[in-house]
């Protein structure tokens, strides 16, 4: 959004969700930098300044507030291959990549040069990679200060800094103040309790909807939902550590947000965490951009979210299961593949102990492994062949980069179709414009049966026919 200081100064006064996340105003004669949904009194347009992200707030002398907290602000969404980059490359800083290989590694993770990933960031956020990183490690610092009971040790490297020395300085002189005095509550524990925190969206959010969802897929063993959470077990890789735990997720309508639990066995990894969280439940959306392009198509549920996933891999296995059996029959077989090849895990909770395989132990398993829980030979290949894409780092099925050509890569599996390719972009990689032809759902509810047709018929949704897709999928 262009920041045209008149605009965001209307969206400013009435407190319009919508723009939440979008930009932020920083008030001259408080130095302190808010959301545009904050509850203090609207400044004065001429004490206003405008950024297109905290970091270039911060950068400018500005002070997070303490009553709308910047670093619970929604984050964006879109089609634009430039604005995908650097989402993309926020993720990848989120995962810990600048800290361990610098700009170079970054940049090579993305596709690009280190030039042109700096002018992406000049363009969307107003600050180096490098700022932009600084400012995510301190904010993220503040909310675990601020939402746990962990050390300050312990927040200081799960935050992504090398020593609490650095730590202490940096937050000291950015903030104003020493760690320490954020607390609520100054005593440490030193066995924290689960992990709490909230991720913010833009309004409306159609939760039910998600929870149905993803309840017709759960995993036997891996996931569980109720008729108000959903949790899972969990496994993900920070710095070459595997970090292992679950998660719940929660709604909090009156407060446009989702409460994310998650056990202390994670604390290290919270930032990758939150990250899997919000892709997942697709909490950078602008439900409403979407509903109006969509039209009557999304006219009684405008705030349906597309469902991404925690693990690209699992998702990834989820589809090549399910090619040609309906949904109840994939979740009968992933489960048993989870209780032959699943990790035991002690969660406390008897229905959710089993983590997904990852594709290291799928690759040692092998087919034969796969088709005895009577998944179908070809297809046994296929996962044991994605998983050494994955392994070999041929394939990365993250929510970043170049999704096209991952699509490419992926139908280069023997295999992997159209079908199952789009099914990855739209659900794994969060690839707003999928469209699975030939999907049997879809041609009922559009009253086809020719794949070609309703393609064609498609093309009125674009860029955004995975909304689409959910909404007639709703329908049936």
Same mark, same amino acid.
């Given at each position: 959004?262009?920041?045209?200081?008149?605009?965001?100064?209307?969206?400013?006064?009435?407190?319009?969700?919508?723009?939440?996340?979008?930009?932020?105003?920083?008030?001259?004669?408080?130095?302190?930098?808010?959301?545009?949904?904050?509850?203090?009194?609207?400044?004065?347009?001429?004490?206003?300044?405008?950024?297109?992200?905290?970091?270039?707030?911060?950068?400018?002398?500005?002070?997070?507030?303490?009553?709308?907290?910047?670093?619970?602000?929604?984050?964006?969404?879109?089609?634009?291959?430039?604005?995908?980059?650097?989402?993309?490359?926020?993720?990848?800083?989120?995962?810990?990549?600048?800290?361990?290989?610098?700009?170079?590694?970054?940049?090579?993770?993305?596709?690009?040069?280190? *030039?042109? $990933? @700096?002018?992406?960031?000049?363009? =969307?956020?107003? &600050?180096?990679? #490098? !700022?932009?990183?600084?400012?995510? %490690?301190?904010?993220?610092?503040?909310?675990?200060?601020?939402?746990?009971?962990?050390?300050?040790?312990?927040?200081?490297?799960?935050?992504?800094?090398?020593?609490?020395?650095?730590?202490?300085?940096?937050?000291?002189?950015?903030?104003?103040?020493?760690?320490?005095?954020?607390?609520?509550?100054?005593?440490?524990?030193?066995?924290?309790?689960?992990?709490?925190?909230?991720?913010?969206?833009?309004?409306?959010?159609?939760?039910?909807?998600?929870?149905?969802?993803?309840?017709?897929?759960?995993?036997?063993?891996?996931?569980?939902?109720?008729?108000?959470?959903?949790? *899972?077990? $969990? @496994?993900?890789?920070?710095?070459? =550590?595997?970090? &292992?735990?679950? #998660? !719940?997720?929660?709604?909090?309508? %009156?407060?446009?947000?989702?409460?994310?639990?998650?056990?202390?066995?994670?604390?290290?990894?919270?930032?990758?965490?939150?990250?899997?969280?919000?892709?997942?439940?697709?909490?950078?959306?602008?439900?409403?951009?979407?509903?109006?392009?969509?039209?009557?198509?999304?006219?009684?549920?405008?705030?349906?979210?597309?469902?991404?996933?925690?693990?690209?891999?699992?998702?990834?296995?989820?589809?090549?299961?399910?090619?040609?059996?309906?949904?109840?029959?994939?979740?009968?077989?992933?489960?048993?593949?989870?209780?032959?090849?699943?990790?035991?895990?002690?969660?406390?909770?008897?229905?959710?102990?089993?983590?997904?395989?990852?594709?290291?132990?799928?690759?040692? !398993?092998?087919?034969?492994?796969?088709?005895?829980?009577?998944?179908?030979?070809?297809?046994?290949?296929?996962?044991?062949?994605?998983?050494?894409?994955?392994?070999?780092?041929?394939?990365?099925?993250?929510?970043?980069?170049?999704?096209?050509?991952?699509?490419?890569?992926?139908?280069?599996?023997?295999?992997?179709?159209?079908?199952?390719?789009?099914?990855?972009?739209?659900?794994?990689?969060?690839?707003?414009?999928?469209?699975?032809?030939?999907?049997?759902?879809?041609?009922?509810?559009?009253?086809?049966?020719?794949?070609?047709?309703?393609?064609?018929?498609?093309?009125?949704?674009?860029?955004?026919?995975?909304?689409?897709?959910?909404?007639?999928?709703?329908?049936?």
């Amino acid at each position: 959004m262009p920041l045209d200081p008149h605009s965001c100064y209307r969206a400013l006064a009435t407190h319009d969700r919508r723009f939440d996340g979008r930009f932020f105003v920083g008030v001259a004669t408080t130095r302190i930098y808010c959301r545009p949904v904050c509850s203090v009194r609207t400044p004065r347009p001429e004490n206003c300044r405008f950024f297109k992200s905290a970091a270039a707030a911060e950068q400018a002398g500005f002070r997070p507030c303490l009553r709308c907290r910047p670093e619970l602000a929604p984050g964006s969404a879109s089609i634009d291959s430039v604005e995908r980059l650097a989402q993309g490359a926020i993720a990848l800083i989120e995962d810990g990549v600048l800290e361990e290989g610098g700009m170079p590694v970054l940049a090579r993770e993305l596709g690009i040069t280190t *030039r042109h $990933l @700096r002018r992406i960031f000049a363009a =969307s956020f107003g &600050v180096s990679p #490098i !700022a932009f990183a600084q400012t995510h %490690r301190l904010l993220l610092a503040k909310r675990l200060l601020t939402d746990t009971r962990l050390p300050v040790t312990d927040v200081a490297y799960a935050a992504g800094f090398q020593s609490v020395r650095r730590f202490n300085a940096l937050f000291s002189a950015r903030y104003r103040l020493a760690p320490a005095r954020l607390r609520r509550d100054a005593r440490e524990a030193s066995t924290p309790a689960p992990l709490s925190f909230e991720l913010a969206y833009r309004p409306p959010y159609e939760w039910s909807g998600m929870l149905d969802f993803l309840a017709a897929r759960a995993i036997a063993g891996v996931e569980r939902v109720d008729a108000r959470r959903y949790v *899972r077990t $969990l @496994r993900v890789v920070r710095n070459d =550590s595997v970090h &292992v735990g679950w #998660i !719940a997720v929660s709604h909090l309508a %009156r407060r446009s947000a989702l409460r994310v639990e998650m056990s202390a066995s994670l604390a290290k990894a919270v930032a990758l965490v939150l990250t899997r969280v919000r892709h997942a439940f697709d909490l950078a959306c602008d439900p409403q951009a979407i509903a109006d392009a969509l039209g009557a198509l999304a006219a009684d549920a405008p705030g349906l979210r597309l469902p991404g996933a925690v693990d690209g891999f699992e998702l990834a296995v989820r589809a090549i299961v399910g090619q040609q059996i309906s949904v109840k029959g994939a979740r009968t077989l992933l489960s048993r593949l989870v209780a032959e090849l699943g990790v035991p895990l002690d969660t406390g909770m008897p229905d959710v102990h089993r983590a997904f395989p990852m594709p290291q132990e799928i690759l040692n !398993a092998g087919p034969a492994a796969i088709a005895r829980v009577g998944i179908v030979a070809a297809r046994a290949r296929s996962v044991v062949a994605l998983a050494r894409a994955i392994v070999e780092r041929r394939i990365v099925l993250e929510p970043r980069g170049d999704v096209p050509a991952t699509m490419r890569a992926l139908r280069e599996i023997p295999g992997i179709g159209a079908w199952t390719a789009e099914m990855i972009a739209m659900r794994g990689l969060g690839w707003p414009d999928a469209f699975p032809p030939g999907d049997g759902a879809l041609l009922r509810a559009l009253g086809e049966t020719s794949a070609a047709r309703a393609s064609a018929q498609s093309v009125q949704w674009q860029p955004w026919r995975s909304y689409a897709v959910m909404h007639l999928w709703r329908r049936l």
